[in-house]
């Protein structure tokens, strides 16, 4: 944990570990297992309140259940893994580990230290079995529970990256502050939010059962416009997540189903939805990406 630096979020003051804020009561804490927990007095009530309940019962059920087919999330924690580079001798935080499958791609090389955290118990205490099954002894492997908007890191990390967790923050400018202010000067923010996504399905009118899901989406310069807003310099873009038929607007619809069909009679598309994500990732099929809608957007950002 040499890495980290606390500060209260509010007054930018800094903390030692375990240390409460002299002027607003903020805290952090380490608990037993290098876990380390940060509180604002008087949090323990409200809409953050029922938002880290919402997230409780998510995790519980994705745990149990995956959301999205694991094979589909795996091949984007590799093609992500893959883009942000090696992250060997570095020190990283994930935010939002979820399942693990970037902290597995992760802990196959050797960063100096790896921070998982989440706003769910369940998914930690799962991050910190797969650091024990990894058989990596060489990371120094830390965890934390909490929310993203109120971390108290500061200046302790070269790599930061949360895949799938700004569309679902509250206050996506919290968010932002906190990240940035957990870089290092130079370090580097690798940011993957759904692109141009449609949200009604996430409408408790639409059968979505949970309070909070997707509160946002983004397109480039929108995600682009916010990382600078907070001092992050936009240095790559990529796009991921695949998948057979859903076509970029420009492809008319009538062309775009014959053309499915077409690219699925002629195995492009493979025998399961999550195929072509993986089978587009290389040459020839990579061409074919070209003319469909990618799930995901990837920025990675350079604190200035
Ligand atoms: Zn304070």
Not at 10 to 37: A, D, V
Not at 180 to 209: D, M, W
Not at 218 to 240: A, H
């Amino acid at each position: 944990m040499s890495n980290l630096k606390f500060v209260c979020p509010f007054h930018s003051c800094f903390l030692t570990l375990g240390e409460c804020c002299s002027k607003c009561g903020y805290q952090t804490k380490s608990t037993s297992g290098n876990n380390i927990t940060f509180r604002r007095s008087g949090d323990s009530e409200g809409i953050y309140k029922s938002y880290e309940n919402a997230y409780e019962d998510l995790a519980e059920d994705d745990l149990s259940n995956p959301i999205y087919a694991e094979e589909y999330q795996s091949d984007l924690a590799v093609e992500t893994h893959r883009e942000i580079g090696s992250v060997n001798g570095l020190n990283v935080a994930e935010l939002g580990v979820g399942q693990g499958f970037l902290q597995k791609a992760f802990l196959s090389e050797t960063p100096k230290s790896l921070l998982a955290l989440d706003i769910a118990e369940e998914y930690i205490e799962n991050a910190k079995k797969i650091f024990q099954t990894s058989g990596n002894s060489s990371t120094s492997f830390y965890t934390s529970v909490g929310n993203v908007e109120f971390m108290p890191f500061h200046e302790s990390f070269d790599l930061v990256v949360a895949t799938d967790i700004l569309e679902h923050v509250l206050n996506l400018g919290n968010a932002l502050v906190r990240i940035a202010s957990s870089l290092k000067t130079g370090g580097k923010f690798a940011c993957r939010v759904p692109y141009k996504e449609a949200l009604g399905q996430y409408s408790i009118y639409n059968k979505q059962k949970y309070e909070f899901a997707h509160l946002r989406f983004f397109n480039e310069s929108m995600l682009k416009t916010q990382l600078k807003e907070v001092g992050l310099k936009p240095v790559q873009v990529y796009r991921n997540g695949f998948q057979p038929g859903r076509f970029r607007k420009v492809v008319p619809s009538f062309f775009g189903k014959n053309m499915a069909r077409l690219f699925s009679l002629a195995g492009h598309y493979g025998n399961n939805w999550y195929d072509f994500n993986r089978k587009s990732r290389t040459f020839p099929l990579r061409i074919l990406r070209s003319i469909h809608q990618p799930l995901e957007l990837l920025v990675i950002s350079q604190k200035v």
